[in-house]
Structure formats: structure tokens, C-alpha cells
């Protein structure tokens, strides 16, 4: 006992020769955190961009797209040139394709997540529209 006592009393004549941490004047720090995050853009269908039209249409199935642009973005669709009267329904929206190779089918004010259906509808159901693609374009600075 007398051991543990002489070490206790040791400990607080230490502890009370150290200047008190609470007395002084309290101070203040600014942290700034900073980072720069990727630009990712991408468009991903449930299922290959292949098949017959059916009754003029063919179902392209259900897509997401992903961009994190904060001005936004644009999706592109190519397709053959000169493809009369034909259009692709995304979300409901008929876009009708234009007479060049390319066609913007969505244009984007705001970064976001999405997802919905497309497919195209000809005009004459035995055309086919040939080979078909989509990008994703950001609308501002690509990091």
C-alpha cells in the first residue's frame, strides 16, 4: 500500500508542475480539403444492339447512363446515313433521326444517374438501320 501511495502522490505533483492545457487562450485552424474527381460519362444497355426490326421497331431494351459533368451532357447515336423517317423513342420521347450519321438523342444541362427504355421505329419495317452505336459526351472540362 505504501508503494502505491508514494507513486500516486509521485504522479499528481508531476501532473500539477505541468502548465494547465485549459488556461490557455483557445485557438482556432481553417482546413481546406480539396480533390478533383474524374469525369466519367457511360451508357450501358441491358442487352446487345442486335436484332431484327419487328413490325417496323426494334427494342433496344432498358439503359442506364452515368455522367458526373457538372454542365451536363450529351448522348450521340449513330446510325446509317439517310435512314427516312425513322426515330428512336427514349423514355417516351420520339427523336427523329437525322439524315447524316449521327443524331443527338439526349442533351443534358446537369450531371446525373438515369435510366430507362429505347428502341427505334422505321417507317418501313423491312429497312434495317444497319450498325448502331452511342457515346456520351461531357459538356464541359474533362478531368
Excluded at 483557445?26 to 474527381?37: D, E, I, L, N
Excluded at 422505321?122 to 452505336?133: N, T, W, Y
Amino acid at each position: 500500500m505504501i508503494l502505491r501511495t508514494s507513486t500516486s502522490i509521485a504522479l499528481c505533483l508531476a501532473a500539477a508542475a505541468l502548465p494547465a492545457a485549459g488556461v490557455a487562450a483557445p485557438s482556432r485552424a481553417t482546413w481546406t480539403v480539396q480533390g478533383r474527381v474524374a469525369t466519367l460519362c457511360r451508357i450501358d444497355f441491358d442487352r446487345p444492339l442486335a436484332g431484327q426490326a419487328t413490325g417496323g421497331v426494334i427494342e433496344l431494351g432498358t439503359y442506364s447512363t452515368l455522367c458526373n459533368d457538372r454542365d451536363g451532357y450529351r448522348i450521340v447515336m449513330r446510325h446509317a446515313a439517310g435512314l427516312q423517317h425513322a426515330a428512336i423513342e427514349i423514355d417516351g420521347v420520339t427523336v427523329p433521326l437525322s439524315s447524316g450519321s449521327e443524331t443527338v438523342i439526349v442533351d443534358s444541362g446537369r450531371p446525373e444517374f438515369h435510366t430507362g427504355a429505347a428502341r427505334i421505329v422505321l417507317a418501313d419495317g423491312s429497312a434495317q438501320p444497319g450498325s448502331i452505336s452511342f457515346r456520351v459526351e461531357p459538356k464541359g472540362a474533362v478531368y
